[in-house]
């Protein structure tokens, strides 16, 4: 089992930068493959970016790449999403999330694929 704590949100103009950072309880953390989502008021819940348990892959919705990289260290429990270059259309909270890689490098982009989640931060991009 993994609890997950999210930190890092906050106001920022168009065009800034923040880091999120997820805090991961749990000596397995290593196994976990991780993804961050985010969800504007009146929207679905959104696929960001995620990682494999060892780092080796990385995925990314098509609106960030370029602007956004997802980065781990297991050794602090610890998974980042850094976000240059933030537009308005970037305002939402973010979700960091977990599931069992279950020795798979596989990435998912669904919610239901994850099975453990934060409490979300937000992220407000003002124009």
């Known amino acids: 089992q993994v609890q997950l704590v999210e930190s890092g949100g906050g106001l920022v103009q168009a065009g800034g930068s923040l880091r999120l950072s997820c805090a991961a309880s749990?000596?397995?953390?290593?196994?976990?493959?991780m993804g961050w989502f985010r969800q504007a008021p009146g929207k679905e819940r959104e696929f960001v970016a995620a990682i494999s348990w060892s780092s080796i892959s990385t995925y990314y919705t098509d609106s960030v790449k370029g602007r956004f990289t997802i980065s781990r260290d297991n050794a602090k429990n610890t998974v980042y999403l850094q976000m240059n270059s933030l537009k308005s259309e970037d305002t939402a909270v973010y979700y960091c999330a977990a599931t069992p890689s279950r020795g798979s490098p596989t990435l998912a982009s669904l919610p239901r694929k994850y099975d453990y989640w934060g409490q979300g931060t937000q992220v407000t991009v003002s124009s």
């Open positions: 749990g000596r397995t953390f290593s196994s976990y493959n």
